[in-house]
């Protein structure tokens, strides 16, 4: 079944841009109830709860895959485990135990979100120089942020997951961690590629590093060596992104590798000119090694969807990165690159929104009552 923006024109779709605007609206008075009351704590938390009623009140046909989790935890509720659905056992587990407690599918997309959302506010209020400035980058940033997280619902819970245990690689906590991507690996399996966190953590940011990495980067994307990388990754899930073959989703990966391309560089600008001044709660270098695998995965996707996916469980660091390394600059300058970063985030979102409603864009929006 289609969701309702793919049944559309862009004309049809473009008068319900009001409904973006209204949401922006509502950070906006949010971040300005955190500026008064210097709240910042409570601005977040009222914010992660509007997103949380967002996410989990929407209709079955909101995105292509909403109704596909709908249709899954129906099968599953039944006590149907296996060949009904072609989720990870843990995904499939955790969706058998919601159904004890309610039969609505409701359930499965409110309890996705919360979690998912909970990982990110855990992680950000942690580690992020200003956690309100990091969940709003988070909310417009329609290449791996709230918007996308509608659609890919699964995967963002393993990844809230991910974001929920990198404080145990901050306080170098090995087996809590590795059981921490069991877990979400019990609920995409892709999770368990971001073991290499744990072992970046400690690798000082070096530029000849950096470039050895983009070097291998592109040789794995524009050669031959990726054909062989992707037989290795073959399954059923995996066969559907193997290469890419639709203009549209080519275009996708173009935009995506672009604008992380622009995080990374801002980062990284940022870190050579303030090193020895820069004060966070996370290591600067690791927040650097997590924009660069974010933007070396974007790269890859170019030729092979599937690195699209896994580019998605760096994005959250990626989006904290790009947040402290704003903060690190002096006010004017930080007012100036906030409103330049949400400007690209809310512009790019806007033309996605009536221009590709195949990308699982959320516009017109519909609640579940």
């Not at 779709?13 to 300005?32: K, N």
């Not at 967002?54 to 599953?76: C, K, P």
């Not at 969706?95 to 409701?106: A, D, E, M, R």
């Not at 291998?216 to 037989?231: E, G, I, K, Q, Y």
Request: aromatic share 18%.
């Amino acid at each position: 079944m289609l969701p309702l923006a793919m049944t559309m024109t862009p004309a049809q779709i473009a008068p319900y841009l009001w409904q973006y605007g209204v949401f922006l609206g509502i950070i906006m008075c949010l971040w300005i109830f955190s500026i008064k009351s210097k709240g910042s704590h409570w601005g977040s938390l009222i914010l992660c709860a509007v997103l949380v009623f967002i996410a989990g009140f929407r209709h079955f046909l909101h995105t292509q895959d909403t109704w596909v989790y709908v249709r899954s935890f129906e099968v599953i509720s039944t006590g149907i485990l296996h060949g009904g659905t072609y989720m990870e056992k843990g995904y499939v587990l955790y969706n058998y135990i919601l159904s004890w407690f309610c039969k609505s599918p409701q359930i499965v997309l409110f309890s996705n979100a919360f979690l998912t959302i909970a990982g990110y506010y855990i992680c950000y209020k942690k580690y992020s120089t200003n956690p309100f400035l990091s969940l709003v980058l988070f909310c417009v940033n329609s290449i791996n942020g709230f918007v996308p997280m509608m659609n890919l619902s699964r995967q963002y819970l393993a990844v809230g997951i991910i974001m929920f245990s990198v404080g145990f690689i901050v306080k170098r906590n090995f087996i809590l961690f590795l059981l921490g991507i069991i877990v979400a690996g019990n609920f995409h399996t892709s999770a368990y590629l971001a073991i290499i966190l744990y072992f970046l953590y400690p690798i000082p940011f070096k530029l000849k590093y950096a470039a050895i990495g983009m070097i291998a980067t592109a040789f794995l994307a524009f050669t031959p060596l990726l054909d062989l990388v992707m037989s290795l990754l073959h399954s059923t899930i995996m066969s559907r992104l193997l290469r890419l073959h639709e203009e549209g989703i080519k275009l996708a990966a173009l935009a995506n590798t672009v604008i992380s391309f622009g995080i990374f560089s801002f980062c990284l600008w940022t870190f050579q000119r303030y090193k020895s001044s820069i004060r966070m709660n996370i290591s600067p270098s690791f927040l650097l090694w997590s924009s660069l695998l974010t933007l070396c995965m974007f790269i890859i996707s170019l030729n092979s969807h599937a690195f699209d996916r896994i580019a998605l469980l760096f994005s959250g660091l990626n989006i904290l990165a790009l947040s402290n390394f704003i903060c690190v600059h002096k006010a004017t300058n930080r007012y100036i690159f906030v409103i330049g970063f949400l400007s690209v985030f809310i512009i790019y979102s806007c033309i996605c929104f009536v221009y590709r409603p195949e990308w699982g864009m959320p516009i017109p929006f519909r609640f579940c009552f």
